[in-house]
């Protein structure tokens, strides 16, 4: 197969998208005074839904990220509550596709943490999480929610793991351990059936999920592969990366033969990496570098040339980090078809960037919003474990948006447990009868407690990933038979 070289330099043709323009919000609306955070790991440390906006920030001790109703723009107070729960830097957060007030987040200190904000948004600090997942032995870096499933959740940590959560019991039921160095990002087919992951290995591989068999694999030489996306149903692959000679490079490729990249196509000499966003309604790309202010967008086609340059967003304010607003969180009536909230750091600011198509007519604009992914999920957890896939149920904009059932969140109650030493419950309130009782009490009880968690997370994360090396080799001895 031989590799297309392609220049994104515009050649015109006919396009309903030829003339979408970026139009950053005015003052008024956008967020000011939020202390960003300055870590240095290539995420995005953003997450938006139609109802919050939830920004990783700078904290002394542990991490935390701020929760923000997106209706409320302007200066954010400097004792704005936070979600601080974390005993490390917070990493990754995303929400959860269908419930508005669900997020998860991960961290340095290796759990993975599933938060439930309350209606309105936070009035004070928030430490306690509904579900905290331990199940990784480092840090963990990237979490992704199963595309259809409510109850799915994928997290990858250093230990070059991936860990599928099952949230309904709350305990993680697949390892998929195929990786051999930091997984660097994860994306999902449109039904979540298929997996695809970036690797610091300079692998792109695409996994059957539930099985944890790699289905394809690339050795990628000289496109050296920082982030993939999937293109919808379109059964193509996009890397962005860099090039051998260090230019700023993507790639397309065919999702059931890896042997070679459709296409390349290097984009320009900095450095930064490049983050893709694709919107299947609309079969536009959008590349945005980190560390610059530049959006460039693309239309994507099955044929030749695949790959169309539309037009290029610019700004001098470099970008941290971008989040998306869902497709039903959108301005319809403006022919809005995406919205980027893009996070600057310096000046503690986070600006919405909306990406219009020139019409003159008020009308609603059937062409540019299909029927799409809503907020109803296709099918449960253990309906997905199980083997079924269902695409996305989908919704019509046209109406607004209206979810048509209230869906309530429900995490898996843990029995509470008692913890006797020397004829003591560590876990119940004993009264002492004198003060320097209670102090003896206090400082063995808290050695105690010191001593027999760390006895604890030790084993229990060595007994999580021994029972899913167990699963992966039951799954495996039939096959082999």
Not at 389 to 404: H, I
Request: hydrophobic share 35%; proline share 5%; glycine share 6%.
């Amino acid at each position: 197969m031989t590799v297309t070289k392609m220049s994104w330099r515009p050649t015109y043709r006919s396009s309903k998208f030829r003339n979408v323009y970026g139009k950053v919000g005015n003052r008024e609306h956008c967020f000011d005074g939020v202390p960003i955070t300055k870590n240095v790991h290539d995420n995005h440390f953003c997450a938006v839904n139609s109802t919050f906006l939830a920004v990783v920030t700078e904290s002394a001790g542990g991490g935390s990220f701020i929760v923000i109703p997106v209706s409320q723009c302007g200066r954010l107070d400097s004792h704005y509550p936070k979600v601080c729960g974390h005993q490390g830097n917070v990493l990754d957060i995303k929400w959860n596709p269908f419930f508005e007030n669900i997020i998860a987040s991960c961290s340095e200190d290796t759990s993975v943490r599933v938060w439930e904000i309350p209606e309105g948004g936070l009035r004070r600090n928030m430490t306690e999480a509904v579900l905290e997942l331990y199940g990784h032995s480092r840090r963990v870096g990237v979490i992704e929610w199963h595309p259809t499933s409510s109850a799915i959740l994928f997290s990858a940590g250093y230990d070059y793991k991936v860990l599928i959560w099952n949230l309904e019991i709350g305990e993680p039921v697949k390892m998929i351990d195929c990786h051999t160095d930091v997984i660097l990002s994860m994306s999902f087919n449109t039904d979540g059936s298929l997996l695809a992951t970036s690797c610091k290995d300079k692998k792109l591989r695409v996994i059957e999920p539930r099985s944890g068999a790699v289905l394809q694999q690339a050795s990628c030489k000289n496109h050296r592969v920082n982030r993939v996306v999937f293109l919808g149903n379109m059964k193509r692959l996009l890397t962005t990366g860099f090039s051998r000679w260090n230019t700023r490079q993507i790639a397309l490729w065919d999702q059931e033969d890896l042997s070679m990249p459709i296409m390349e196509e290097d984009i320009d000499g900095l450095s930064g990496l490049l983050f893709p966003f694709y919107d299947a309604d609309t079969h536009m790309l959008y590349l945005a570098g980190k560390g610059d202010g530049n959006i460039r967008y693309f239309e994507i086609t099955t044929e030749k040339p695949f790959l169309q340059y539309l037009m290029e967003f610019r700004s001098p304010a470099p970008q941290k980090g971008l989040g998306v607003m869902p497709k039903h969180g959108l301005d319809v009536g403006a022919c809005e078809v995406y919205r980027f909230y893009k996070l600057v750091t310096l000046k503690g600011l986070i600006e919405p960037i909306s990406m219009i198509v020139p019409r003159r007519s008020d009308t609603y604009q059937e062409d540019l919003y299909p029927m799409t992914a809503g907020t109803e999920p296709a099918l449960s957890a253990s309906e997905w474990l199980s083997g079924i896939n269902r695409d996305p149920v989908l919704m019509s904009l046209k109406e607004g948006y209206q979810r048509p059932n209230q869906l309530v969140f429900k995490a898996p109650v843990k029995e509470k447990k008692s913890v006797v030493v020397n004829g003591i419950d560590l876990l119940e309130n004993v009264p002492p009868r004198t003060e320097n009782e209670l102090l003896r009490m206090f400082f063995r009880q808290q050695d105690e407690l010191r001593r027999l968690k760390e006895e604890l997370t030790i084993k229990d994360v060595r007994i999580r990933q021994l029972e899913l090396e167990l699963n992966n080799l039951k799954n495996v001895s039939p096959n082999n038979v």
